[in-house]
């Protein structure tokens, strides 16, 4: 009783993702990455020379992939498997970010992966972040949330991030994708990234990424006390 789902939308690199996942914890919700799910056919359809403009090799690439989450167990922090295999680091390089957007304009590959997102999150208790996750996956959703930063900081932040993990990459080039995928997301006919009209916008470029997650746990609160209310009056 009283579990809300929560959807992060937003531009790319702007910490959704580390958010929703200091939410989950918060909360005691499960964390789910929706980018990560569109990273891994990236990687996929890459490995296996398919182009996802083909409508051939979508419906060949579609067959045959299959992606997980599980637990680290050292972390316990939820790492994405392809296919049976752990591809957490392979598909956050930018061989991975630059081709994303591209296969993820396709049609088909949303709709079987937002069917997988969907199942995912039906018992409620989870937190996912994304593109169109409160306007097509749970449009529904009892909390919306429309993050947002200046690209400078996003750029900076991401390029940090690639850093920790040993990978050293040009704050030019990483601008320039994350501008680049800003677009294609923005304008494509499929669930084009937007702002939802019920969803809070939040700007990170100047807060400390402690108060955002406080911001989005004390909305989810609020929004599961009037759950409990609602619950509690139609008894
Ligand atoms: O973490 P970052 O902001 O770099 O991106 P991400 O959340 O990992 O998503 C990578 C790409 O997947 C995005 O640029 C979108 O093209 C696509 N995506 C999408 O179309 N719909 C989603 N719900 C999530 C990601």
New binding site residues.
Partial sequence: MGKIVIAI??????G??STAKAVAKDLGYTYI???????AA?LYFLENYLNPANPRDVTKGLKNLEITFHPNPDTQKQETYLNGLNVENE??SMRV?EK??E???VKEI?SE?VAQ?QRLGKKKGVVM?????GSV?FPEAELKVFMTADLETRAYR?QQELLEKGDLVDLDQIQKN?AE??R??SS?TE?P?KKMEDAVEIDTSHISFEAQVAQIVHLAQQKIETQKDYAGNHR
């Fill in positions: 939308d937003g531009y790319s690199g702007c959704k993702s990455d929706s980018g990560a799910m569109y990273r990236t598909i956050r970010s994303v957007s296969l993820a304009k949303r992966l997102q972040d994304g593109r169109d996750i996956v991401r994350l995928r800003d294609i997301d494509r669930s990234l």
